[in-house]
């Protein structure tokens, strides 16, 4: 059975940071696309950042040059990197995994199979 559980959310100030750590089990191979959603409430959930088994990354434009999304495949954990927060920067941020999928970029949260639980980010102003 597949787990994966976020970590490293909390409470910071505006232009602050936080790492967000992901931990994925029951894995049979690192060949997975993993991604970072985030929901603020009231709005959809959206797309942060989505990475290939290989590392290559992709990040969606309102976070370019802030957060980087990076991955361990020996460990099974995908990171997070959240660096000058905002406070439109607040929600419930999620990471989600499409295994044997790993080479591709995959935008749409429906294409995911397995979710964390979330982990909440507050950035205040």
């Known amino acids: 059975q597949v787990q994966l559980v976020e970590s490293g959310g909390g409470l910071v100030q505006a232009g602050g940071s936080l790492r967000l750590s992901c931990a994925a089990s029951?894995?049979?191979?690192?060949?997975?696309?993993m991604g970072w959603f985030r929901q603020a409430p009231g709005k959809e959930r959206e797309l942060v950042a989505t990475?290939?088994?290989?590392?290559?990354?992709y990040v969606v434009d309102s976070v370019k040059g802030r957060f980087t999304v990076a991955r361990d495949n020996a460990k099974n954990t995908v990171y997070l990197q959240m660096n000058s927060l905002k406070p439109e920067d607040t929600a419930v941020y999620y990471c989600?995994?499409?295994?044997?999928?790993?080479?591709?970029?995959?935008?749409?949260?429906?294409?995911?199979?397995?979710w964390g639980q979330g982990t909440q980010v507050t950035v205040s102003s």
């Open positions: 990475i290939k088994w290989n590392g290559s990354a």
């Open positions: 989600a995994v499409a295994p044997g999928r790993g080479s591709y970029f995959y935008m749409r949260s429906s294409l995911y199979d397995y």
């Open positions: 029951g894995l049979t191979s690192s060949s997975n696309a």
